[in-house]
Nanobody, 122 residues
Framework: QVQLVESGGGLVQAGGSLTLSCAAS????????MAWFRQAPGKEREFVAGMTRRATGTYYSDSVKGRFTISRDNAKIMLQMNSLKPEDTAVYYC?????????????????WGQGTQVSVSS
């Protein structure tokens, strides 16, 4: 059974930084693509950042490119978030997928964490 548990969310002022962490158990992360998504109130869940299997490539949404960095070690997926903006406020989720190609579509990710709240004040 796969378990993903996020941590590191919180309240920060605009321009500040946070690092989210997602601890994984039950699977070897190198076998899976991984991603961070976020969902703000009243909006659909959206892709934020992702990494291919075996860390051969990374992808970012245009809204976070240059500010966020996804990384991983053996059992954790991290998201370093710099220069945070109020529009980054959302619940952030980590997810992993063994789909045959890298995808930013949430429905292609069968395993999800419970989410962690990030709030950015202006």
């Amino acid at each position: 059974q796969v378990q993903l548990v996020e941590s590191g969310g919180g309240l920060v002022q605009a321009g500040g930084s946070l690092t989210l962490s997602c601890a994984a158990s039950g699977r070897t992360l190198s076998d899976y693509a991984m991603a961070w998504f976020r969902q703000a109130p009243g909006k659909e869940r959206e892709f934020v950042a992702g990494m291919t299997r075996r860390a051969t490539g990374t992808y970012y949404s245009d809204s976070v490119k240059g500010r966020f960095t996804i990384s991983r070690d053996n059992a954790k997926i991290m998201l370093q978030m710099n220069s945070l903006k109020p529009e980054d406020t959302a619940v952030y989720y980590c997810a992993i997928s063994n789909y045959y190609i890298f995808t930013t579509t949430p429905s292609r990710y069968p395993y999800w964490g419970q989410g962690t709240q990030v709030s950015v004040s202006s």
